[in-house]
């Protein structure tokens, strides 16, 4: 078994995340179990043993962005500049129709 680097893909994965400006990482906890609480590796993902209990993994289709006003393939830092766009991390309470979709596909 060995670890996949961009599942189903065969371009380097790209890989960036939004948060908040009062956001910070606590890393201490995953260092300590020597990673995530899955692997995903060429057979399938394999659970870290390090973790005590986990839940099982789900997988859920990814929703429509266009209910967000944003566009598939968009460029996330070019968001910068339209910090608007990204209002649904801070007031998710106002974006019922995209979380709502997002709950009732589990």
Do not use: H
């Not at 908040?20 to 609480?37: D, L, M, N, Q, V």
């Not at 608007?84 to 129709?97: A, H, I, M, S, Y």
């Amino acid at each position: 078994m060995l670890p996949k680097r961009n599942s189903g893909a065969e371009a380097e994965l790209g890989m960036a995340n939004w948060v908040c400006t009062s956001f910070s990482s606590i890393y201490e906890p995953i260092r300590k179990a020597g990673g995530g609480a899955y692997y995903l590796l060429e057979d399938g993902f394999f659970r870290n043993p390090n973790y005590a209990s986990v839940p099982e993994i789900r997988m859920v289709e990814s929703v429509k962005p266009e209910l967000l006003g944003l566009e598939r393939r968009e460029d996330m830092y070019g968001l910068v500049n339209e910090l608007e766009k990204l209002r649904f991390l801070k007031e998710p309470q106002e974006f019922e129709e995209f979380f709502g979709e997002v709950f009732e596909k589990n």
